[in-house]
């Protein structure tokens, strides 16, 4: 990692709080362009056997590293290490549900990135909304929405079944998710889903922002929580045409993969 990056990163550590939602962006961003120093518990860098040390923190697990040679000396490692972009390690670690932690040896014992946010790191931090994500049942109103959306998901072979959440991602405006259940993934699967919710986004108020989750993704925190809590408004395959009322107690909680501390 070039100075001017590791600089800011460790910048960015000393500023990172919970409620500085905006400085935890701007260190993702940082993490996502610069390197980290990854501590391997055996092992070396690029052998089969190595492996990463690991931490536990409220039940979730994290990958301790450094960033920087500066913070490796300070950190009285005596094992191996490798050095590997944040996009890599990112990518790498968020399908085994790892976070990192950055220098745990330092006073206040250092920065955690949940493995949700490392899944945003590796699939784009623009592309994903910033979590925690607040998520819960809609209290909107749109009966014409949601049957006109039936209607054209019934006409949409693939579709199984849909489901909704309504999210308030940390930073941003909330909006209206629908989960689809599809027979068959692809890309002509995913075009047909686009073209069924475009042609029903016109029966939703203006300024309501609605976006589509696969419920095939096992690391979407939208469709984990959708499968956990929800159910569905349309289903092929119990041939219901109704959309149920709110699950009882489903009011807004955290999503899945983040500390509550987070």
């Given at each position: ?13 000393r500023?990172v709080?919970?409620d ?7 260190l ?10 990854m ?10 056997d ?11 697990g ?12 300070a ?7 490798e050095v590997v972009?944040?996009h ?6 968020y399908?085994?549900r790892?976070?990192v932690w950055m220098n745990p040896h330092a006073?206040?014992g250092?920065?955690g990135i ?7 790191i590796a699939t784009?931090?623009?592309?994903v909304?910033?979590g925690?994500l ?9 009966p ?12 949409t ?5 849909l489901?909704?959440a ?5 930073t941003?405006?909330?909006?209206l998710a629908?989960?689809h ?6 890309a002509?699967?995913?075009e ?7 042609q029903s986004?016109g ?10 989750v ?5 690391y979407?925190p939208?469709?984990?929580?959708l499968?956990?809590?929800?159910r569905p ?7 219901a045409?109704?959309?149920p009322?709110p ?8 999503a899945p ?6």
């Open positions: 990692m070039g100075s001017t990056s590791g600089e800011r990163v460790e910048q960015l550590l500023q709080s919970p500085r939602h905006d400085t935890y962006e701007s993702l961003h940082a993490l996502a362009e610069g390197e980290l120093w501590l391997l518990w055996q092992g070396t860098s690029g052998s089969p190595a492996q990463y040390g690991n931490m536990d923190v409220e039940g979730y994290y990958a301790p590293c450094v960033t920087s040679p500066q913070e490796l000396a950190s009285g490692w005596t094992r191996s290490h972009t944040g890599r390690v990112a990518a790498s670690l399908r085994q790892w976070g006073p206040g250092g920065v949940p493995w949700l946010d490392l899944r945003r784009g931090l623009d592309q909304p910033a925690p607040r998520i819960s049942e809609p209290s909107l109103e749109l014409q929405f949601y049957a006109l959306l039936s209607q054209n998901a019934h006409r072979a693939n579709v199984r079944a489901r909704r309504w999210v308030q991602p940390a941003g405006a909330p909006y629908i989960g259940d599809l027979y068959e993934d692809g002509q699967a995913v047909d889903v686009r073209m069924m919710v475009r986004v029966a939703v108020p203006d300024g309501l922002a609605v976006s589509s696969a419920m095939a993704d096992d979407d939208v469709a984990m929580w499968r956990a809590n929800s408004f349309f289903d092929r395959d119990a041939h045409g109704a959309a009322g699950v009882t107690g489903s009011g807004p909680a955290p993969g983040y500390p509550q501390s987070y």
